[in-house]
């Protein structure tokens, strides 16, 4: 079974939930169930010996984790007795046994289920008289790792999330990033590396403040995997939202990746990695939000810390904190002489138009164009988000710019580069195709030294052009 079939017959649990839940409430049950699952599925091997080694050093009362750790043979571990094949066999005591059952799991895993809310929706479903029948349903599904692979379960587990999104998006107006543009994303931050990155054992970190779900760290995943497969790529991320933590650690662990490497909380207020520099960092911070509830912490920063802390340069309007997030991913870069860095972040319009000289604004873009860190800039085609129709722009900043680069900004007007979507997504009704993404790379890659038409009479032309940065 590939993993399109696989997110199918998960997904088609929803038939039992319809009329119980709305459409945009399915992922609250199928996600967390799915990771249930397919955790109950591998510890399955060492579950007795799981529990010896727990009953053994319980009785020495020494701090048992590691030990479980070890004798799972992975990032996690159960000590309760139960499993969901025992669960099936008491029909009556389902949900307290299913309470048990995950309060057995490690620390980094039940917090996972706590984000979920995941109590609440067993609450919800055995008040509903559904609670055993879905249990029994993702019981028999086999998740077994000799049946399905990590890669294989981690593209199905993101075709699950993709449905989540869209139907969220369609339907409350969430905020995730289509999967087009982070594929854009990656190949503009990887590109001028690809030579590097192909050597044997290239370890490289990235960072994500505004992960989300972990769409972009995923991806950018694939992407080392892919061009090679000895490459390893550790993950940072931190997320706000609880749900898109619990998706996004969710989907680190079914990938077999170190799920501790996700914080939770606010980036600006409670950094989660206030003291490490990245290789690589990608970000989609919501767009046009205020900072006033973290406003207290930011000012203080700027004001004591000035060029020692990640707001030196000035402060945006407390309207849109977009700028904020430019200027923490460029503290989070290495030092030029430690390897330097390279970073993607989708903005809106606001950053590049808003503030008269002398504004926060212009003082954060002047120290950015001044620092030499812009490599380019692309403006996205309108209506390619969920939730918004308004025109976009991708950046990619770098402290270790080529000597051709050195000096200039390229801008990539790909406004145009456009295909229509069968079928609208909230506010999204246009993509991009694999040919539109390897049309702007190459435009990118090639560093275009003047406007250039693209011959062809379809919907989804565009030009590519450079320009020199005077300050």
Not at 50 to 62: C, G, M, Q, W, Y
Not at 348 to 356: C, Y
Not at 414 to 428: C, D, T
């Amino acid at each position: 079974m590939n993993q399109q079939a696989l997110s199918a017959f998960i997904w088609s649990v929803a038939d039992l939930l319809r009329g119980d839940y709305k459409q945009s409430e399915y992922g609250k049950i199928i996600l967390p169930f799915t990771l249930l699952r397919r955790m109950d599925c591998i510890l399955e091997k060492t579950k007795a010996a799981v529990l010896a080694e727990h009953k053994e050093k319980s009785n020495l009362d020494l701090n048992a984790a590691p030990f479980l750790l070890r004798k799972s043979g992975c990032g996690f571990y159960n000590i309760s007795p139960l499993d969901m094949k025992i669960l099936m066999g008491d029909q009556d005591h389902i949900k307290d046994n299913l309470f048990s059952y995950i309060q057995g799991f490690s620390a980094e895993t039940r917090d996972i289920f706590e984000r979920f809310e995941f109590y609440a929706q067993i609450d919800r479903l055995d008040k509903a008289k559904l609670l055993y029948q879905v249990t029994e349903r993702f019981a028999n599904i086999d998740l077994h790792p000799n049946k399905v692979s990590n890669d294989q379960m981690g593209l199905a587990f993101e075709e699950l999330i993709r449905k989540f999104a869209e139907i969220s998006n369609e339907t409350a107006g969430e905020h995730f990033t289509p999967r087009e543009v982070i594929d854009l994303m990656v190949n503009l931050l990887f590109i001028e590396d690809n030579d590097a990155l192909v050597k044997p054992g290239v370890i490289r970190t990235i960072y994500d403040p505004a992960a989300g779900t972990g769409g972009m760290l995923s991806i950018a995943d694939q992407y080392m995997t892919e061009h090679n497969p000895d490459a390893r790529l550790i993950m940072y991320g931190q997320e706000l939202n609880p749900e898109s933590y619990a998706i996004c650690k969710s989907d680190m662990l079914i990938k077999g990746q170190n799920v501790a490497n996700i914080a939770f909380g606010n980036t600006f207020s409670e950094d989660g990695y206030p003291h490490q520099k990245f290789d690589y960092m990608l970000s989609n911070p919501p767009f046009g939000v205020e900072w006033k509830k973290v406003e207290k912490e930011i000012r203080k920063e700027h004001e004591q810390q000035g060029y020692n802390g990640r707001f030196g340069p000035g402060l945006p309007r407390v309207s849109d904190g977009s700028l904020l997030f430019l200027m923490h991913l460029i503290s989070k870069m290495r030092p030029a002489n430690d390897g330097g860095s390279r970073f993607g972040i989708v903005l809106n319009g606001s950053p590049l138009f808003t503030g008269g000289a002398g504004s926060g604004e212009s003082e954060i873009r002047r120290y950015v164009l001044e620092n030499d860190l812009v490599e380019a800039i692309i403006g996205l085609p309108t209506d390619m988000f969920y939730n918004t129709g308004i025109s976009t722009y991708v950046w990619i900043l770098s402290n270790r710019k080529p000597e051709a680069r050195k000096g200039t900004v390229q801008l990539i007007d790909a406004s145009n580069f456009w295909q229509k979507m069968r079928k609208s997504l909230g506010s999204k009704r246009k993509e991009l195709s694999d040919d539109h993404i390897a049309e702007i790379t190459r435009l990118f890659g090639q560093f275009i030294e003047a406007y250039e038409e693209l011959p062809s009479p379809r919907a989804g032309e565009g030009a590519g052009v450079r320009g020199r940065n005077k300050p």
